[in-house]
């Protein structure tokens, strides 16, 4: 039985989430799988990708030949290079930020917010009260004539 490494499509239209999983070569895209050895997102910033490297290395050293997409996904994570013993087996995969740097982020960005918030209302307000003395001297110089 020939084994291949592919993408199993998983979530809603418009927001694909991928498995990477072991299949006979002959099944369907989303048919039945053999193993499911890692995931791969592609909707946050950088993609995210999860993958069972020791999985991995045994499905490639059996025979298991990765598709186009996966053996891109392969040579990030620096798998490929494992298991070719290439230099870069370190790949060049970047974690996705931390959620507590992308709540720092949220918060500077409220306080940078509010800060402008503030300065326009001052504005405002230094306007209205410009012009309510405007009109006041105005208002005296009529009664004055």
């Known amino acids: ?42 909707n946050t910033q950088p993609s995210t990708i999860h993958v069972k490297s020791d999985r991995i290395q045994h499905w490639l050293s059996v025979g298991a030949q990765p598709s186009d997409p996966v053996l891109v996904l392969l040579k990030i994570t620096g798998d490929w290079q494992t298991f070719k013993h290439l230099p870069g087996a370190e790949g060049t995969y970047r974690e996705p930020a931390q959620k507590s740097a992308a709540v ?42």
């Open 1 to 42: 039985m020939a084994t291949r490494i592919r993408l199993k499509r998983m979530g809603r239209k418009f927001y694909a989430f991928y498995r990477i999983v072991v299949v006979d070569q002959r099944a369907k895209r989303d048919g039945r799988v053999i193993e499911e050895v890692g995931t791969y997102d592609p």
């Open 104 to 145: 720092e982020a949220v918060e500077k960005a409220e306080l940078e917010a509010q800060k402008l918030k503030a300065a326009k209302s001052a504005a405002a307000e230094k306007a209205k009260q410009e012009a309510e003395k405007e009109d006041s001297s105005e208002a005296s110089e009529e009664s004055a004539e």
